[in-house]
């Protein structure tokens, strides 16, 4: 039963707004408290002579249960004040009822609060305010000092309700602070991951290669490129594609090591970070993944779809700035891509990981291969070389790091 109750709390008939989502659960709390001091106070009055009380103050239990429906539904203004109108009302008549000193007026307290706290604009919580001033200071004036048939002393009934009103203050700002502590902690989470794939976004993947250059920390820079990945939408749809790159993020999740970073800084575009790593173990890490991709492709409706990623690798003690290196591994990418893709570049040398690692030293005197290296492009046909060129056009649009230096 507890978790049911606990599982009712938490959930949301449907999708909030995020400015809502704190008013909305720490309210409910609230709320259902309130239902239960109503029905309460029904065997209460009744057993104090106070039948007109006992009358509206089931009443107001009805009222409040209206109150949390509305309140789930989404009626959040209706709902709170449905429940403060409640509450006001019924604290003035027991004021009224039982005169001053019995701690009735403490619950003017606890309608001040709602209404202050909640997202309310402030020319309705000024008025509301007023009027809430106003039904307390008439509820003082006409109410006798305390109730001549009282059978409790005053400072019972006082400390009664004054104990009421604290549960009920500390309950309510214990929820509005962990609630606030939750999506806060949620807000960040989201303001620094990618939506579509988990990973780091741009920004904070960025940030953290910044924090480590500044730090001294050495590093290899993995920059990937999911091959064809045009045609995979052309040919599958953009939902196929969507499920590529999820997969690609889950690759990368399951390869990397506690402590490495990864994340998704353009379209198709993934950059991993490696610390205190050389080039050999970057390239190691980069077959790893290639091998893993071609051992478990990404599967769509049943159906799997080969995918190949092109990789530029650079390390940091090869250039003098943190913006020479991210250009460095984006251009050994292009180089990748532009020899026949499938293929991880990481510097002059021929190295291994399963396929040939392109050599993109200066080409000899005569040789018009523009600085590519000794390996050359495959020829794959009309529609191959177009989407080459698209490809690489959209590359160099959307190389993040060309135009805008970073700081070193």
Not at 122 to 127: D, L, Q
Not at 154 to 176: D, E, H, I, K, P
Request: include cysteine; proline fraction near 5%.
């Amino acid at each position: 039963m507890p978790r049911v109750v606990s599982a009712w709390l938490r959930h949301e008939p449907r999708l909030l707004a995020v400015e809502h989502r704190r008013f909305y659960h720490a309210y409910l709390w609230v709320y259902l408290m309130l239902m239960g001091l109503f029905v309460v106070w029904v065997p209460f009055f009744t057993l104090f002579n106070e039948p007109r009380l006992a009358f509206v103050s089931g009443i107001m239990a009805l009222v409040s249960v209206l109150g949390v429906m509305l309140h789930r539904a989404h009626q959040l203004t209706l709902g709170l004040a449905l429940m403060m109108s409640a509450l006001t009302l019924l604290a003035w008549l027991s004021v009224f009822c039982f005169g001053l000193s019995a701690g009735y007026e403490y619950y003017f307290f606890i309608v001040m609060a709602g209404i202050h706290l909640a997202p309310l604009a402030a020319r309705v919580r000024v008025v509301t305010t007023l009027m809430l001033f106003m039904a307390a200071v008439s509820a003082l004036m006409v109410s006798p000092v305390l109730h001549e048939g009282s059978v409790l002393p005053a400072w019972v009934l006082q400390s009664a309700n004054l104990f009421a009103v604290f549960l009920m203050m500390v309950t309510f700002l214990w929820r509005m602070l962990a609630l606030t502590e939750h999506f806060e902690r949620q807000y960040l989470k989201d303001a620094s991951r990618d939506e579509l794939t988990e990973l780091l976004n741009r920004r904070q993947i960025l940030r953290h290669a910044e924090d480590w250059w500044r730090d001294g920390v050495p590093c290899a820079v993995l920059m990937l490129d999911a091959d064809n990945f045009k045609r995979v939408n052309d040919l599958h749809g953009h939902a196929v594609g969507d499920e590529v790159l999820r997969h690609l993020g889950r690759l990368l999740t399951a390869t990397l090591r506690q402590g490495d970073r990864a994340g998704r800084v353009g379209g198709e575009e993934f950059l991993v970070l490696l610390p205190r790593i050389g080039r050999t173990e970057a390239i190691s890490v980069a077959g790893r993944m290639r091998s893993l991709l071609a051992k478990s492709p990404p599967v769509f409706a049943g159906t799997p779809v080969p995918v190949t990623v092109s990789i530029g690798i650079a390390i940091s003690h090869e250039v003098d700035s943190l913006d020479q290196l991210m250009q460095l591994a984006d251009r050994r990418l292009y180089h990748a891509k532009h020899n026949g893709r499938d293929q991880v570049v990481a510097g002059g040398e021929h190295e291994m990981t399963g396929f040939a690692t392109a050599d993109i030293s200066p080409p000899p005197p005569g040789n018009d291969g523009g600085g590519l290296g000794k390996a050359e492009a495959v020829e794959e046909g009309t529609r191959d070389k177009e989407d080459d060129c698209q490809e690489k056009q959209h590359h160099k649009d959307s190389t993040p790091f060309s135009r805008t230096p970073l700081v070193g």
